[in-house]
């Protein structure tokens, strides 16, 4: 099905013909795009498979500049490989979520937590268990590197696939039920397509988080072991040790070409598709992009589509009879007792799991350094305070002044968007540097590197809430001559305030797994420490020291979990229902 | 075989869904009707009436409480495959072009491509769509996608034809169109199901559809009773027989205590139901109403207004209950109250809104005492809502406090302040003078 509206799309509404095109350039630039893309797939891959056992012959990392290329590769093909883990992921997940309600009980809550847990705690955990999986291969370390980035992607994809089948036009869902669409069927004609373009512009917001995880990822110390994969973020951290300031700038360099390659290879034009599976069925402009508008003026792909057109209807017919709908669906509620039995039993081995982690803890690391964790836990709060304070007062008045020209926002948006994606941990040496040359100490100098990555969603996002605010408000503010802080306070600041709690959310997200990188930064041989939760668990990731490890970061997510119920929740809360514009 | 002759039965189906403050909220009460072969049959019923819910039971997509319906003598236990469907909305999935629209339910079936395509063309022809197979959905207008929907359900040749509220988002004259194009294709003999099932709550639509006219009650839902249309097709609106057809619903659907045909009606001790009106709307009414000589058919009125059951009959219900209007023989009469109230200034008519309101809605003055009676002289949303919810379902009980609020406030019985959601004693003022 998905390919005849392909060739009806490429003939722009006209009944399909069999008129035969014939090749041309872009049937050139097609074909050749293609099989480098394939080659290089395939080369990069083969190289992962290079035998490898720990910690005798590990990849060591060169830092000519040379190297990068190859180097960038491999790290975008990891990442490309956890978006596809992510979305196979979010498919299962949500669908099973949106589809059982006792399923739902149990996996959005596990998804709230998961989304809070720091990822980089886990690290020495997931490390060590797919090094022993993969016994002898570099798998195991790549494997640990996806994960991480899987971790970093697929929670947010995740919970936009649940919202969008949830909100499933009622009728819609009438209409596939009354005309009996097997399960396979319902899932590609309408579920799925009704979550597209959630899915891609969350992938998008996602994937960009990745890189940082990459970075962080791809050079560990696990139990006093040095783990390094062939990776742009090896490379930096090959440079930041030998205290190289050339290599370091091609890295970023490097690092800002990829970015803006995959946003115009691949997201653009992925955004520019998916539009057309808006659910709101209005005449409005269509998206164009010339990558999308050179593929569909090629005739390789339609040929290429007729031929594989009958292999695709031949599965997707088997598929639909595999996942018919029964005849018979009336059933009787489900009885109370077996829901009551399913919420004690989940009770139960939560608090069965709560108890025993805390006995482990307690009993390996004493209550003295349970305290000990929770103040530095404590001092790690302030910070993301701090921060978040600071980037509201610096970066709202901005954003709202970006939001509101049109002008500037064109220019900005994909440069705050850019600077989102960036990992911020490939600029941590200059301002280590920055920090050592003056004297700084990390205490405060980790507030500045943790604002580096987590800033630019709060700007984003008040930009965004600043381009909602309708003109005609801001008209009407003009003509009775509301202006400055009264302005502030009457029009722009409820205007933008549900935009600021989800850019505050995401931003204190992040600071907050930035912090086990932020806390411990070093240039060279010279390493700062500041006090807090994340350089615990650095600290003990290095180590190895399990307890500890368990301790640190199950702190940190009860302190995410908690701001969020205590502090987050109430405040979207407030934005839905009082601040909400129309 | 007089079996097969019904196409499709109900039987004593009730439906009911549990009140979140316990208790159950009754939706259709012991509901039967039969459907059989070659004729139409329409189901007439304000908003919460339970006429969707019944569609959907029949159509076997929602399952009853209790009872059960029959598929030519057969029980229903899941979709009704002898049943298509014709939506509000159209239900059109925007990625699919007209064509793959069309045959989604042939296709859903197994049918081969080739004979889907065949039907779907057909069918689309049928409804005056040839030429448009390759358009997607957000080119066509409203009416051209309605009849997408009418494609699609045609192809599936059912039994019954469902059809909810069909042409209710669709402007006037695209409404008035294709209605009459599909009792055409009706009167034609060239339609594509045995029978025609139609939900609406637009009288005249009723009547110039339908053979049979199946009247539902609300609050339960139930069967008031049923009208034989005997006018012979095609049917004149302006015909004395039509005319008069739909002068006797009216009065029927003002007048919930009547009888309908020969049915006694049950006398229901009910919590009194706020009518969905707001003081706007009931005020704009008395003056038009006041306007035309004090008396008006409420036929004319809607048409007049271009406004339909549930946009007008509201406000009279509302009117009624507050005496400012009676309603008899389908017309609506101003009473003496209510012509002061129309003619009023700002003061005075809040002042006799509020005499009318605690003289007629007992709700409203047990509201005051109980505001007057506390010391801070305020209470909170959620205390009257743990009342209203003993009585209506979730939304229902947020939509009869925001009736009250609206009513309240304007009688100037009490305040509100919505971001505290708690209600307030009114500040004493000078007494204003009054006219008269």
Known sequence: MPLTAWRNWSFSSQPSDSKRPSLGLPDLAVGLGVLTTLYLIAHIGSESLVKFKPPDIIPSISLNPRNLPNYAARSTLRMFLALIASTLFTFIYGYVAARSKRAERLLIPLLDILQSVPVLGFLSVTVTAFIALFRGSLLGLEAAAIFAIFTGQAWNMTFSFYQSLRAVPHELDEMSSLYRL??????????LPASVIGLVWNGMMSFGGGWFFLAASEAISVLNRQYTLPGLGSYVTAAVQAKDFTALAWAIGTMILVILLIDQFFWKPLVTVADRYKLEITAGEERRFWLVDLWRSASLPQYAGRLIQPLIRTIDRRL???????????????????????NSVLILISAALLFAATRFVLSEVGLREVGHAAKLGLLTGARVLVLLVFSTLVWTPIGVLIGFSPKLARVCQPLVQILASFPANFVFPFATLGFIKAGITLNWGSMLLMAMGAQWYLLFNVIGGAQSIPNELRE??????????????????????????????????????????????????????????????????????????????????????????????????????????? | ???????????????????????????????????????IVALLGRSGSGKSTLLRILAGLVEPTSG???????????????????????????????????????FARGVPKDVCEKEAIHALGMVGLEGFEGAYPKELSGGMRQRVGFARAFVM????????????????????????????????????????????????????LADRIVILGANPGLIRGEVRVEIPRPRDKKGPRFVALVDYIYTVMT??????????????????????????????????VADRGGREDLPKLAESLRLEVDDLLPAVDASNMLGFATVSQGDVMITDIGQQFAAADVHRSHHIFKEQLLKNVPFASTVVETINQKKNGRIGKEF?????????????????????????????????????????????????????
Do not use: C
């Not at chain 1, 097997?182 to 579920?191: A, C, N």
């Not at chain 2, 039987?11 to 459907?35: M, R, Y």
């Open chain 1, 182 to 191: 097997s399960r396979w069927e319902r899932f590609t004609r309408l579920e």
């Open chain 1, 320 to 342: 639909s009879k595999a996942t018919a709908v029964p005849a018979k669906t009336h059933h009787r509620e489900p009885s109370k007792w077996a829901d009551r039995l399913y």
């Open chain 1, 476 to 582: 009407m503010a003009a003509s009775i001559g509301l202006k400055g802080i009264r302005q502030w306070r009457a029009l722009i600041g409820p205007g933008i305030f549900s935009s600021w709690v989800t850019g505050a959310i995401t931003a204190s997200g992040g600071a907050w797994n930035a912090s086990i990188v932020a806390e411990i930064v070093s240039w060279g041989n010279t390493t700062l420490k500041a006090n807090g939760l994340g350089a615990y668990i650095a600290d003990a990731t290095t180590q190895g020291d399990w307890p500890r490890i368990v301790l640190g970061v199950g702190l940190m997510s009860l302190f995410v979990v908690g701001l969020n119920r205590l502090v987050w929740r109430p405040l979207y809360d407030l934005a839905e229902n009082k601040y909400r514009l129309g």
């Open chain 2, 1 to 39: 075989m007089d079996q097969n002759s019904n196409l499709l039965t109900a039987e004593k189906v009730v439906k009911s869904f549990p009140l979140p403050a316990g208790g159950e909220q009754t939706v259709l009460e012991e509901v039967s009707v039969n459907i059989v072969q070659a004729e």
């Open chain 2, 68 to 106: 059960r319906v029959l598929r030519q003598g057969v029980p229903l236990e899941g979709p009704n495959s002898g049943v298509a469907m014709v939506f509000q909305s159209f239900a059109l999935l925007p990625w699919l072009t007209v064509q793959e629209n069309a045959e989604l339910g042939l």
């Open chain 2, 157 to 208: 040749k059912p039994d019954v034809l469902m059809m909810d509220e069909p042409f209710s988002a669709l402007d006037v004259l695209t409404a008035e169109n294709l209605r009459g194009e599909i009792s055409d294709l009706w009167e034609r003999g060239a339609f594509p199901a045995k029978s025609v099932l139609l939900v609406t709550h637009n009288i005249e639509e009723a009547v110039l």
């Open chain 2, 255 to 288: 007048n919930p205590q009547a009888p309908v045909g020969d049915i006694p009606t049950k006398q229901s001790d009910r919590f009194l139901m706020l009518p969905h009106a707001r003081v706007g709307g009931i005020s704009g009414l008395l003056e038009i």
């Open chain 2, 384 to 436: 009257l809502l743990d009342i209203l919810d003993e009585h209506f379902s979730e939304s229902e009980a947020e939509r009869q406090f925001q009736t009250l609020v609206d009513w309240g406030r304007y009688a100037q019985l009490f305040e509100y302040d919505a971001s505290e959601e708690r209600l307030y004693k009114v500040e004493e003022d000078e007494p204003t003078s009054f006219e008269g």
